[in-house]
């Protein structure tokens, strides 16, 4: 595709990667006729990475971060989602980096359009294609309109408040022949702070990626540290210690720890449970099964030395399940935190502060980055199983 060139979609479910030599924000905004958000509830990012018939999927570092649209799902109201991309390191620009987007059958995954966009330079973020509706068809368009302030801008244009009003978007490289976008709206007073667009305003209780520099760190649900501290990888040897109670008194719960290792393209290697208890030539060790959840502490510990690691290993995911078959709602107090194995130092903490009705639990997740450090993500996320064998392969989605 060519600047300002459209195509009709020919699935309903598209998914749309952007590739590039550097590691890339991507995110989608939902838009009413009037070119914005109705709030901020519809901007999808890395760490908000659901919302109505849009979804985002991280490549953890290793695959591009992609956007998924099930048009059949885009609620009434919403007549455009606009895909944008952002490099992950701060400040940087696209001078020298061709980002590519890849439109795709999401069922299928057969390309249906592909789009780089020409002469960026001073940009830091994009705006680079746009799904949207036109006479009751979904179609889907290149942009390439580029923005010098960040993806901090593109949000607030786009209606998104941030943590730290950010100045009017520069638009510096515009698509060749798109229509007129529509004429912008007053903007709005500042909403009630909600998550921060990445990378360029602080990140929020909750939102945001973080470090180690100002010492431990409590995450909450899909919020990320990365494990640098003062611009560096602070260690390699860390244990992931896990801890529950029985809600109920007197009523023992066989809660499970595991941890899934897998590969750059999502592949299975390796998982670590109480029936293996070293995988991977030893870089990764379980503590052995906890059969109650009774007694304080950490009730399973897993011992991973990142620095032993096979080249291959690009994402772990580290899961509880409740063998006996109880509920999590049945489960008190689960939290997973991050330890430096050497000094015993608790770095990251993340205390599982709702259930649901399920067996399984998807608690965090660490990801090798292109530069070689490891961040780690808050999950919480819940599934039906009682073993990490039907754990494999929704946590493989969700990295």
Same mark, same amino acid.
């Not at 919403?78 to 390191?89: L, Q, R």
């Not at 923005?147 to 490289?173: C, K, M, Q, R, W």
């Not at 909750?206 to 470090?211: D, L, S």
């Given at each position: 595709?060519?600047?300002?060139?459209?195509?009709?979609?020919?699935?309903?479910?598209?998914?749309?990667?952007?590739?590039?030599?550097?590691?890339?924000?991507?995110?989608?905004?939902?838009?009413?006729?009037?070119?914005?958000?109705?709030?901020?509830?519809?901007?999808?990012?890395?760490?908000?990475?659901?919302?109505?018939?849009?979804?985002?999927?991280?490549?953890?570092?290793?695959?591009?971060?992609?956007?998924?649209?099930?048009?059949?799902?885009?609620?009434?109201?919403?007549?455009?989602?606009?895909?944008?991309?952002?490099?992950?390191?701060?400040?940087?620009?696209?001078?020298?980096?061709?980002?590519?987007?890849?439109?795709?059958?999401?069922?299928?995954?057969?390309?249906?359009?592909?789009?780089?966009?020409?002469?960026?330079?001073?940009?830091?973020?994009?705006?680079?294609?746009?799904?949207?509706?036109?006479?009751?068809?979904?179609?889907?368009?290149?942009?390439?309109?580029?923005?010098?302030?960040?993806?901090?801008?593109?949000?607030?244009?786009?209606?998104?408040?941030?943590?730290? @009003? /950010?100045?009017?978007? &520069? $638009?510096?490289?515009? =698509?060749?022949? #798109? !229509? %007129? +976008?529509?004429?912008?709206?007053?903007?709005? @007073? /500042?909403?009630?702070? &909600? $998550?921060?667009?990445? =990378?360029?305003? #602080? !990140? %929020? +209780?909750?939102?945001?990626?973080?470090?180690?520099?100002?010492?431990?760190?409590?995450?909450?649900?899909?919020?990320?540290?990365?494990?640098?501290?003062?611009?560096?990888?602070?260690?390699?040897?860390?244990?992931?210690?896990?801890?529950?109670?029985?809600?109920?008194?007197?009523?023992?719960?066989?809660?499970?720890?595991?941890?899934?290792?897998?590969?750059?393209?999502?592949?299975?290697?390796?998982?670590?449970?109480?029936?293996?208890?070293?995988?991977?030539?030893?870089?990764?060790?379980?503590?052995?099964?906890?059969?109650?959840?009774?007694?304080?502490?950490?009730?399973?510990?897993?011992?991973?030395?990142?620095?032993?690691?096979?080249?291959?290993?690009?994402?772990?995911?580290?899961?509880?399940?409740?063998?006996?078959?109880?509920?999590?709602?049945?489960?008190?107090?689960?939290?997973?935190?991050?330890?430096?194995?050497?000094?015993?130092?608790?770095?990251?903490?993340?205390?599982?502060?709702?259930?649901?009705?399920?067996?399984?639990?998807?608690?965090?997740?660490?990801?090798?980055?292109?530069?070689?450090?490891?961040?780690?993500?808050?999950?919480?996320?819940?599934?039906?199983?009682?073993?990490?064998?039907?754990?494999?392969?929704?946590?493989?989605?969700?990295?």
């Amino acid at each position: 595709m060519t600047p300002g060139s459209n195509i009709p979609l020919s699935a309903a479910r598209v998914t749309v990667d952007v590739a590039a030599p550097v590691r890339l924000d991507v995110s989608g905004l939902l838009l009413t006729a009037d070119g914005k958000v109705r709030s901020d509830d519809d901007f999808i990012f890395y760490n908000q990475p659901t919302g109505p018939g849009v979804t985002h999927r991280s490549g953890g570092g290793t695959a591009p971060d992609a956007i998924t649209i099930d048009t059949t799902a885009v609620p009434p109201g919403i007549e455009k989602i606009v895909i944008t991309a952002s490099p992950d390191s701060e400040g940087q620009t696209f001078q020298g980096v061709e980002p590519t987007a890849t439109l795709r059958n999401a069922d299928d995954g057969s390309v249906l359009a592909t789009f780089t966009p020409p002469q960026l330079g001073a940009e830091t973020a994009l705006v680079v294609v746009e799904v949207y509706l036109r006479g009751g068809a979904w179609k889907a368009r290149a942009v390439g309109q580029g923005y010098a302030n960040g993806l901090a801008g593109i949000a607030t244009d786009f209606g998104v408040s941030v943590e730290e @009003p /950010a100045p009017a978007p &520069a $638009p510096v490289h515009t =698509p060749v022949t #798109p !229509p %007129a +976008p529509p004429t912008p709206a007053p903007q709005a @007073p /500042a909403a009630p702070a &909600a $998550p921060p667009a990445p =990378p360029a305003a #602080p !990140p %929020a +209780p909750g939102a945001g990626k973080i470090n180690l520099d100002k010492g431990r760190v409590s995450l909450q649900k899909n919020q990320t540290v990365s494990l640098v501290k003062g611009g560096r990888p602070l260690l390699s040897q860390v244990k992931m210690g896990l801890g529950w109670e029985p809600a109920y008194r007197g009523k023992d719960i066989d809660l499970d720890a595991s941890v899934i290792a897998y590969g750059p393209q999502r592949n299975h290697i390796d998982s670590c449970y109480f029936g293996k208890l070293q995988i991977l030539h030893g870089a990764i060790k379980h503590s052995g099964d906890n059969l109650t959840g009774e007694g304080g502490g950490d009730d399973e510990v897993i011992a991973v030395d990142l620095g032993r690691l096979p080249q291959e290993v690009t994402g772990l995911v580290f899961t509880v399940n409740s063998f006996s078959g109880q509920k999590f709602t049945e489960v008190a107090k689960a939290y997973c935190r991050l330890i430096d194995a050497a000094s015993g130092e608790e770095l990251v903490r993340f205390d599982l502060t709702s259930a649901e009705s399920q067996t399984g639990v998807m608690m965090a997740k660490l990801i090798k980055q292109f530069s070689g450090e490891w961040e780690m993500t808050a999950m919480g996320d819940f599934v039906k199983s009682r073993t990490v064998r039907g754990m494999v392969k929704p946590a493989a989605q969700a990295l």
